[in-house]
């Protein structure tokens, strides 16, 4: 099946700094990719949904100031938290959507913010 | 709008026997539904997925589901749980078709444990 891949896995930062994730296909393009986040024991709550080559959509009550999505190749996504703060800990997950077939996820990254 | 709903966050079985994670949804229009296994720190993994066509669904590892339009339902089932289908386990929706292809909404999903 398609791979797609995401990086880093785990990720620990101060509070107040920015981190970058980002999410590749690898085996083919994605002109749709999905942000995912899932709190501990929860299930996944779509964040946004990142289309190449324009901006993102953001979920009711998902600071876009906040969670940066930029989706500037067909097979490149990245999220970056700004300002981190501990209350963003969680475990962030990506999807890309292939046409015709469906969403294949990454591996998830780990954030922790101390 | 569309939802998931899972019955029963945990389910407990001993190996050898069968195992029955419960979906239920709602969704405007005809659905695809998928079945994924999250193992502890790790992405999801598609077991099945249902589109069109024939209502009983194969998946990797033994797994199968059903989708019951009458009963708005797509239950897994595995007829002898081995220790290694421990996991978590998510039921998803999606509209077919229109803006939100590819997007999903997931249920809160259901911790299966296996006993020896």
């Known amino acids: 099946g398609a791979v797609v891949s995401q990086h880093p896995s785990r990720v620990i930062c101060k509070s107040g700094t920015s981190v970058k994730i980002e999410c590749r296909s690898l085996d083919f393009q994605a002109t749709t990719m999905f942000w995912y986040r899932q709190f501990p024991k929860q299930s996944l709550m779509l964040m946004a949904t990142s289309n190449e080559g324009s901006k993102a959509t953001y979920e009711q009550g998902v600071e876009k100031d906040k969670f940066l999505i930029n989706h500037a190749s067909l097979t490149l996504s990245t999220l970056t938290v700004t300002s981190a703060h501990p209350e963003d800990s969680s475990f962030y997950i990506c999807?890309?959507?292939?046409?015709?077939?469906?969403?294949?996820f990454g591996q998830g990254t780990r954030l922790t913010v101390v | 709008a569309q939802s998931v709903t899972q019955l029963g966050s945990h389910v407990s079985v001993s190996e050898g026997a069968l195992v029955l994670l419960r979906c239920n949804y709602s969704s405007s229009v005809p659905p695809y539904l998928f079945w994924y296994v999250q193992y502890p720190n790790q992405g999801l993994q598609l077991l099945l997925k249902?589109?069109?066509?024939?209502?009983l669904v194969k998946g990797i590892n033994g797994f199968e589901a059903e989708f019951k339009k009458s009963e708005t339902s797509f239950h897994l089932t595995k007829p002898s749980a081995h220790m290694s289908d421990a996991a978590e386990y998510f039921c998803?929706?999606?509209?077919?078709?229109?803006?939100?292809?590819?997007?999903?909404?997931f249920g809160q999903g259901t911790i299966l444990t296996v006993h020896p």
């Open positions: 999807s890309a959507f292939r046409v015709n077939t469906e969403a294949f």
């Open positions: 249902y589109t069109t066509g024939a209502t």
């Open positions: 998803a929706v999606n509209d077919a078709g229109g803006t939100s292809y590819g997007k999903l909404t």
